[in-house]
């Protein structure tokens, strides 16, 4: 079936860096686009960065996260990835990979990022 | 940036009862509205995508309608279920996507 799933969260001091890592199956990864997503802890759901289908340069990225955050995938590996440099304590969320239609129609469970000294 | 407007944060209603959740566009963007339904403790779920069709497996209580600026999800018959907090997000003018800030439903 068609599956996400996210690793790589874990805790890290403000100013560290952090890579998630997304592995895809039950579909054509290199066919579509891919997303992340995260969300606070008690709060809403607020949209990181997306990469398109064939890896080009078309990222677009959150203006909270621009020039800190990379969006990259290997098609070889069916994995997204999600480097993470200069962490904030307010990047603190779940972070979910997200299969793109212009909408999410499939949902890693999620990786939780703690950013704390 | 298109900002998406829930209306109410919280609803509560009776198993059994009608919901229905209003979402706002801060400008139109047509029928590029999706519906998702998250529970405690798990990743969100999609209910409903170009603003009234179904996803696979969402069962017929669900519906969603509008265009444009202002839409509705309804939930025909709650069941327990059902109790999980719902968001919109346009996938019209992007970047970025944009979630609304959720409505919870609620056991009354």
């Known amino acids: 079936q068609v599956q996400l799933v996210e690793s790589g969260g874990g805790v890290v001091q403000p100013g560290g860096s952090l890579r998630l890592s997304c592995a895809a199956s039950g579909f054509t990864y290199s066919s579509y686009g891919m997303q992340w997503v995260r969300q606070a802890p008690g709060k809403g759901l607020e949209w990181v960065a997306f990469i398109r289908y064939d890896g080009s340069n078309n990222k677009y990225y959150a203006d909270s996260v621009k020039g800190r955050f990379t969006i990259s995938r290997d098609t070889s590996k069916n994995t997204l990835y999600l480097q993470m440099n200069s962490l904030r304590a307010e990047d603190t969320a779940v972070y979910y990979c997200a299969k793109d239609r212009g909408y999410m129609d499939v949902w890693g469970k999620g990786t939780t990022v703690t950013v704390s000294s | 940036e298109i900002v998406m407007t829930q209306s109410p944060a919280t609803l509560s209603v009776s198993p059994g009862e009608r919901a229905t959740l209003s979402c706002r566009a801060s400008q139109s963007v047509s029928s590029n509205l999706a519906w998702y339904q998250q529970k405690p403790g798990q990743a969100p779920r999609l209910l409903i995508y170009?603003?009234?069709t179904r996803a696979t497996g969402i069962p017929a209580r669900f519906s969603g309608s509008g265009s444009g600026t202002e839409f509705t999800l309804t939930i025909s018959s709650l069941q327990s279920e059902d109790f999980a907090v719902y968001y919109c997000?346009?996938?019209?003018?992007?970047?970025?996507?944009?979630f609304g800030q959720g409505t919870k439903v609620e056991i009354k």
């Open positions: 997000q346009q996938f019209h003018n992007w970047p970025p996507w944009t």
């Open positions: 170009g603003a009234s």
